[in-house]
């Protein structure tokens, strides 16, 4: 749901937001400036991209690695089209969201995009570089998030009395980071086959410190 770099500056736009309007039963910006934050986190694992990017391939899968996420709902092959429904639970809420894979490039790069409730979107991409001594292959993973949380539709969200929509908010959005990487570093494991110490770069927008 893609780092060496360093963490970014503030990359928020400025203008008039306007709304957004559906298409397709997803989330669609119209011409506009909009307050996009984004989410990179990367790692170097020792398989061919090939091998690298199937695995990648099976989204359901993700949901072993992920603190928050469920349990997911395979509707396609993996192919552009294909729609997921995403089961997370935190703290006292439970929400199921929709992603669709809306682009392929084999074994490189694999698009999504949430289609309900907030205006969201990512990749996978999947690069060869130079292997270390004693390793025969390595690429480098890298997952990016992008994401407009002024977008989130509240009639998505049975939230508990008392509690707002912007309070979530403010708290969800840290946590996609933290998921971004525990989902990086624990799929490198099942990708190579061993446990060892994974170095991540993380980049995100705006700055976080």
């Known amino acids: 749901m893609y780092l060496p770099v360093s963490t970014g500056r503030n990359h928020r736009s400025e203008g008039y937001r306007g709304d957004l309007c559906r298409e397709d039963n997803a989330y669609t910006?119209?011409?506009?400036?909009?307050?996009?934050?984004?989410?990179?986190?990367?790692?170097?694992?020792?398989?061919?991209?090939?091998?690298?990017?199937?695995?990648?391939?099976?989204?359901?899968?993700?949901?072993?690695y992920s603190e928050y996420l469920t349990g997911v709902e395979s509707h396609g092959d993996g192919s552009p089209g294909t729609e997921y429904d995403l089961r997370f639970a935190w703290w006292k809420l439970t929400y199921t969201a929709r992603s669709r894979v809306t682009a392929v490039?084999?074994?490189?790069?694999?698009?999504?995009?949430?289609?309900?409730?907030?205006?969201?979107?990512?990749?996978?991409?999947?690069?060869?570089?130079?292997?270390?001594?004693?390793?025969?292959?390595?690429?480098e993973v890298r997952l990016r998030i992008e994401f407009d949380a002024d977008s989130v539709d509240p009639s998505g969200f049975d939230l508990p009395r008392l509690v707002s929509l912007s309070w979530v908010v403010d708290k969800v959005k840290p946590l996609i980071e933290r998921e971004a990487e525990?989902?990086?570093?624990?799929?490198?494991?099942?990708?190579?086959?061993?446990?060892?110490?994974?170095?991540?770069?993380?980049?995100?927008t705006p700055d976080s410190t």
Request: proline share 9%; hydrophobic share 35%; charged share 30%.
């Open 29 to 64: 910006p119209r011409t506009r400036d909009v307050a996009v934050e984004s989410v990179e986190v990367s790692t170097v694992v020792y398989l061919p991209p090939e091998e690298t990017y199937e695995f990648l391939l099976d989204f359901p899968g993700y949901a072993n």
């Open 105 to 139: 490039d084999p074994p490189n790069r694999i698009d999504w995009q949430v289609t309900k409730d907030i205006d969201a979107r990512g990749r996978w991409t999947v690069t060869a570089v130079d292997s270390p001594t004693g390793r025969e292959h390595a690429s």
């Open 182 to 204: 525990r989902v990086v570093e624990r799929i490198v494991a099942d990708i190579e086959g061993e446990s060892r110490p994974v170095d991540l770069t993380v980049h995100t």
